[in-house]
C-alpha cells in the first residue's frame, strides 16, 4: 500500500515522501526532489554568455564565444550527472539489510547496500547526510518507521 | 527468521522437478542451483549430490520441489509432488510453483516446529551466471581449498555466502541437456556449455610459448647481473639513469607475465593481465612515436637543431653571469668576490660550449639509435628524453653544486663564528651550546672573519639563488617526464577495461529491487550485482611502479635549500634515505 506526503527541504524546496508498506517486513521510503527549474538555468546560462561577450568585444577572439558555449554545456551535463538528485530511495528489508539509492537527473544511480548483521541501529545525523537534504518532520517519519521494522526483526530473531 | 529462497532466473520457465541447492540455516538462505527433472532414479540423484560435494567442498543437498504447470492444471503432479517429500527428508522443505500464463507464484515452506505461513519465505531472484563470474571486493575471508571440509564454509557473512556457493559448485554445472547423463538438470550452461576455440587454443599454447620466453628472460636478467657488478663505474651509472631502471621494471613485468607458474588468486590474475595490456600498450605507443620520428626525416631536423639550441643555452647564461658581475638588480656585489666566480663559471661554459662543438657530428647518429630505442616501448623513450636532458644540463648541475657548496660553507662558517661574537660554542660532546671563555686574540680574530664572511654572504647568496632556481627548473621538466612515464607504468588497463565491458565481474555488492507482487503471494525481489566504482577499480588494482618521486615533504625541503645542503630529487627506494 501507497502513502504520500510533502514536506520541504531546508532551503524551502518542496519534497514529496512518498511510502510503501509491501509486507510486514519489507518497506520503501520515496524521497522525491524538486526539479530542475528553467528560471535558474536561463539566469546561468545569460550571465554566462554575457561575460563571455563582454571579453569578446575587448579581445576580439572568436575562440572565447566557442569556449563559452563549450563550457556551458559540459558544465550543465557535469551538474545533472553529479550534482542534482532526482529521487532518494531507502529500502528496508527485515533480516537482509538496508539499501540506499541515489538516482541523479541524468538516469545515473548510485546504490549502497548494507547488510543486517552490520546495522546495530538507525539514526537521525545532521540532514547533509542525505544529499536531498530533507527537514527534521520528514526524518522523523523516517527513522519511527524504520525502528518498527527493526523492533520487529530483533523480536522475530530472539523467538527463533 | 524468513526464509530467503535464492532462485536462478535461468530456471523460472523450466519444467516441473527438484530443487536442488544449499541450505544456510544461521540465515536463513536456501541458495537453489539447479532444477532436477523427471524422471529420476533417487539413487542416481544423491550419488550426483555426493560427487559434488566431493569436488567443491560446499554442502549440497534436495531443497524441496517446483512446480511449473504448463498445461492444464495436473492433479496427479500435485500429489507426486508432496510425496517426494516424504522421499528427500530436508528441513526446511520448500514447495515452489507457478501458473502458466500469469505472474503468480507460489511458495511454501513447511518446517518442524515453526507454522508455515505465505509471509515466512521470500524470494529473491538472481542471475547465476553473472554471480558465478563476479568477484566481490572487499573479499569476505574465504577458506582456501586445501583446508576443506562443508562446515567451515558456513562461517562466512551474509551474502558472500551465496556467491562462494554458486562459484564453488562448477561441477554442477558442467553437463548441459544434449548429454546422454542419467540425471537432467536445468541451470545456466544447460542449454550448451560456454566454450570458446580461441581461449582454448590460446591456453594450449600458451604453456610451451610461455618456457620459452621464462627461459630467454632469466638469461637477461643474470646476463645484467654477470656484468654490472663486474664494471664498478658502469654499476654507479647505471643506477643514476633512468633508462636502466625502467628497462629493470620492464623485464621483471615481463619475467611476471611469462613466468610458468598459475596464478593463485584472483588478485595475481588481474596483476598479470594489468601488466601483459601496458606492456603491449608501452609498445604500441613506442612504435607510433617511431614511425612518425622516421617519417620526414624528424630525426634529421631534431639533430639539426640540438647543437643551436646547446648553443643559445650557453650564450644565455653567459650573458646572465655577466649581469650578476656587474650590478644585478641595483644590488651593490663584492666587486673581487664577484670577478672570481663570475670568471671561474664562466670558463666552465667556455669548456661545455667546446665539449657540444666536438660531439656534433655524432649526434645525427646517436639521435638515429636512441630512436630505435623507442620499438621497446613508449616508456624507454621517453626515459631515454629525460637522461638526454640531465646530461645536455649537466653544467647547470654543476654550478648549483659548487654554489651550494660555497653557501653551505658561508653559512657554516657564520653561525660558528655568530657563537664565537656572543662567547658561545658548540660543545660535540653534549651536543649543545655552552658558553666559552676566549682569548682577545681569538675575539680578535673571530670577529674579523665573521665580518668579512658577513659582508660577502649578499654575492654569495645571490649565485647561489639563480642557479638553484635553474636546477630547480630542469628538475621540474624531469618530474614531469618521470609522472607521464609513471601513468603508463601503473594504470590498470585491463581491471578499467573490464568495469567498463563487464560491469558484474567486478563487484563492490549487491542491490535488491522489489518486482510487483500479486496480492497473496510472497515478496519477489530482484538481486543484481552493484559494480566497483572507477577510483576504486585504479586504487586497487594499480601496478607498483619504480617510486622515482620525491620522497621528502616540503618543509625539509624548504630547509635544506636554506641551509644550501643539496638536494637530491630522484632517490630511489633502496638508496638510503638523506
Known sequence: MEDEQSFSDISGGRLSLQRRYYTQSCREFCLNCPRLSLRSLTAVTCTVWLVAYGLFALCENSMILSSAIFITLIGLLGYLHFVKIDQETLLIIDSLGIQMTSSYASGKESTTFIEMGKVKDIVINEAIYMSAKPRLDCLIEVYRSCQEVLANQKATSTRS | ????????????????????????????????????????????????????????????????????????????????LEGLGALFTHKPWLQLSREPDSRRWNCKVSSPGAPCGEDQVMLIFYDQRQVLLAQLHPPATLPDRRAGDATATAAEGGLAAVFHTVARSEALFQSDRFDEGPVRLTHWQSEGVEASILVELAKWASGPVCLLLSSLLSLLSWLSTWRLCRLC??????????????????????????????AEDPAQLMRKANTLVSVLLDVALGLAL???????????????????????????????????????????????????????????????????????????????????????????????????????????????????????????????????????????????????????????????????????????????????LLRLLVVAVQGLIHLLVDLVNSLPLYS???????????????????????????????????????????????????????????????????????????????DKQD
Request: aromatic share 12%; hydrophobic share 45%.
Open chain 2, 1 to 80: 527468521m524468513v526464509l530467503k529462497a535464492f532462485f536462478p532466473t535461468c530456471c523460472a520457465s523450466a519444467d516441473s522437478g527438484l530443487l536442488v541447492g544449499r541450505w544456510v540455516p544461521e540465515q536463513g538462505f536456501a541458495v537453489v542451483l539447479a532444477v532436477v527433472h523427471f524422471p529420476f532414479i533417487p539413487l542416481q540423484v544423491r550419488e550426483l549430490l555426493a560427487r559434488v560435494q566431493r569436488a567443491s567442498q560446499v554442502g549440497l543437498a534436495v531443497l524441496g520441489t517446483w512446480c511449473h504447470r504448463r498445461r492444464e492444471p495436473e492433479e496427479s503432479l500435485g500429489r507426486f
Open chain 2, 290 to 468: 617511431l614511425s612518425w620520428l622516421h617519417r620526414e626525416d624528424r630525426i634529421g631536423q631534431l639533430a639539426d637543431a640540438l647543437v643551436p639550441v646547446a648553443d643559445r643555452v650557453a650564450e644565455e647564461l653567459q650573458q646572465l653571469l655577466e649581469w650578476l658581475m656587474g650590478a644585478p638588480a641595483g644590488l651593490k656585489m663584492n666587486r673581487a668576490l664577484d670577478q672570481v666566480l663570475g670568471r671561474f663559471f664562466l670558463y666552465h661554459i667556455h669548456l661545455w660550449i667546446s665539449y657540444i662543438h666536438l660531439m656534433s657530428p655524432f649526434v645525427e647518429r646517436i639521435l638515429w639509435h636512441v630512436g630505435l630505442s623507442a620499438c621497446l616501448g613508449l616508456t624507454v623513450a621517453l626515459s631515454l628524453l629525460s637522461d638526454i636532458l640531465a646530461l645536455l644540463t649537466f653544467h647547470i648541475y654543476c654550478f648549483y653544486v659548487y654554489g651550494a657548496r660555497l653557501y653551505c660553507l658561508k653559512v657554516c662558517g657564520l653561525s660558528s663564528l655568530w657563537r664565537l661574537f656572543r662567547g658561545k660554542k658548540w660543545n660535540v660532546l653534549r651536543q649543545r651550546v655552552d658558553s666559552c671563555s676566549y682569548d682577545l686574540d681569538q675575539l680578535f680574530i673571530g670577529t674579523l672573519l665573521f665580518t668579512i664572511l658577513l659582508f660577502l654572504l649578499p654575492t654569495t647568496a645571490l649565485y647561489y639563488l639563480v642557479f638553484t
Open chain 2, 496 to 574: 578499467l577495461g573490464l568495469r567498463l565491458c563487464r560491469p558484474y565481474r567486478l563487484a563492490a555488492g549487491v542491490k535488491f529491487r522489489v518486482l510487483e507482487r500479486e496480492s497473496d503471494g510472497p515478496l519477489r525481489l530482484l538481486m543484481q550485482i552493484n559494480p566497483l566504482p572507477y577510483s576504486h577499480v585504479v586504487h586497487n588494482f594499480r601496478l607498483p611502479s619504480c617510486g622515482c618521486h620525491p620522497r621528502q615533504s616540503w618543509s625539509s625541503l624548504c630547509r635544506k635549500l636554506f641551509f644550501g645542503e643539496l638536494i637530491y630529487p630522484w632517490r630511489q627506494r633502496g
Open chain 2, 233 to 262: 663505474p658502469l654499476a654507479f651509472l647505471c643506477s643514476k639513469l633512468c633508462t636502466c631502471q625502467q628497462l629493470r621494471l620492464r623485464l621483471q613485468h615481463l619475467q611476471l607475465v611469462f613466468s610458468t607458474q598459475k
